[in-house]
């Protein structure tokens, strides 16, 4: 999640390209967001229906920590969605936990959608971000 980066060979166009960390990329969509005067909100990403010992899988030490690292580096409001939601599916548990997702560990269904949404209002609510004040 630092400023590492790679040059590639780019098979397709035989041009190099420089590829940079997921951190990096997040920094700088958050930066030009800032430059716009808008106000950006990162969130850690949705969780997988991945589950072991009753617990659903949580990315923390991955892409939830870049994330909240990205945010915090750029002075971005930052919503753990992938706790708030995380936590609601554990208390419904494996089984109905599924209805919240389609065919696949990824991608929600509609349930879901909604779901997911209803944790970035309720996370954007515990926030001290001035949107939260556009909330009904």
């Excluded at 997921?22 to 430059?35: A, N, S, T």
């Excluded at 696949?104 to 939260?132: Q, R, V």
Aim: net charge positive; hydrophobic share 35%.
């Amino acid at each position: 999640s630092g400023d590492e980066s790679k040059v590639f060979l780019m098979e397709k166009t035989g041009k190099y390209q420089v590829v940079y960390t997921f951190g990096w990329y997040l920094r700088k969509f958050i930066m030009d967001v800032q430059e716009k005067g808008a106000i950006p909100i990162v969130l850690s990403h949705t969780p997988r229906n991945k589950w072991k010992d009753g617990k659903i899988e949580r990315n923390t030490e991955s892409f939830g920590k870049w994330t909240r690292e990205a945010a915090e580096a750029t002075g971005a409001y930052f919503i753990d969605l992938n706790k708030i939601s995380a936590d609601k599916l554990e208390k419904k548990g494996v089984k109905k936990a599924a209805a919240y997702y389609n065919h696949d560990h990824t991608h929600t269904s509609l349930k879901g959608a909604h779901m997911n949404a209803k944790s970035i209002a309720e996370g954007l609510k515990k926030s001290d971000c001035p949107l939260k004040e556009y909330l009904k």
